[in-house]
T-cell receptor, first 113, second 110 residues
Framework: GAVVSQHPSWVICKSGTSVKIECRSL??????MFWYRQFPKQSLMLMAT?????????EQGVEKDKFLINHASLTLSTLTVTSAHPEDSSFYIC?????????FGPGTRLTVT | SQQGEEDPQALSIQEGENATMNCSYK?????LQWYRQNSGRGLVHLIL?????REKHSGRLRVTLDTSKKSSSLLITASRAADTASYFC??????????FGKGTRLHILP
């Protein structure tokens, strides 16, 4: 089956620094990828839709200047959490749309100290 | 935004019993999917049911969809300890976004 990878799988950073998370579709091209955030014991909340070659579309309440998304190629989307704060600590999951189905990555756990 | 509401929020049953989880949603959909997530891990896709389907089976899983009531159910038969996890319904619409429900935490007691 199709595989989507995320890197890193976990990261710890200091408050005020920026962290970049990569989402790659390994065996298919994805013009659209999605980014989700999941707080402990809660559901996945859609943050934004990442479109190859164009600007991302953010869901209501998600700060686009804080969560920078770059979909530079058909197999890679990156999410950069800028000036991270402890409240940004969460599990970030991406998904990639193959045109037939969406495949989810394994997630990245971000801890901001 | 959150589309679906699952109930119950948490469910504990004895191993071997059947587990039923329900999901309600608000807007029209193209399909509905169920996912499993073990604690702190990624998602496992269980089953997809399209809006023109009413029931679907996969192994010990049975999913129903009632578009008139905007609801779906997931039945796990003959539960096992390994079924302990959180289960989410997720709806897909014309915009290709997948929106998740709040989830049910299922605990199978030995």
């Amino acid at each position: 089956g199709a595989v989507v990878s995320q890197h890193p799988s976990w990261v710890i950073c200091k408050s005020g620094t920026s962290v970049k998370i990569e989402c790659r579709s390994l065996d298919f091209q994805a013009t659209t990828m999605f980014w989700y955030r999941q707080f402990p014991k809660q559901s996945l909340m859609l943050m934004a839709t990442s479109n190859e070659g164009s600007k991302a579309t953010y869901e209501q309440g998600v700060e686009k200047d804080k969560f920078l998304i770059n979909h530079a190629s058909l197999t890679l989307s990156t999410l950069t959490v800028t000036s991270a704060h402890p409240e940004d600590s969460s599990f970030y999951i991406c998904s990639a749309d193959s045109g037939y189905e969406q495949y989810f990555g394994p997630g990245t756990r971000l801890t901001v100290t | 935004s959150q589309q679906g509401e699952e109930d119950p929020q948490a469910l504990s049953i004895q191993e071997g019993e059947n587990a039923t989880m329900n999901c309600s949603y608000k807007t029209s959909i193209n399909n509905l999917q169920w996912y499993r997530q073990n604690s702190g891990r990624g998602l496992v896709h269980l089953i997809l049911i399209r809006s023109n389907e009413r029931e679907k089976h996969s192994g010990r899983l049975r999913v129903t969809l009632d578009t008139s009531k905007k609801s779906s159910s997931l039945l796990i038969t003959a539960s096992r300890a390994a079924d302990t996890a959180s289960y989410f319904c997720a709806t897909g619409g014309r915009d290709d976004k997948i929106i998740f429900g709040k989830g049910t935490r299922l605990h199978i007691l030995p």
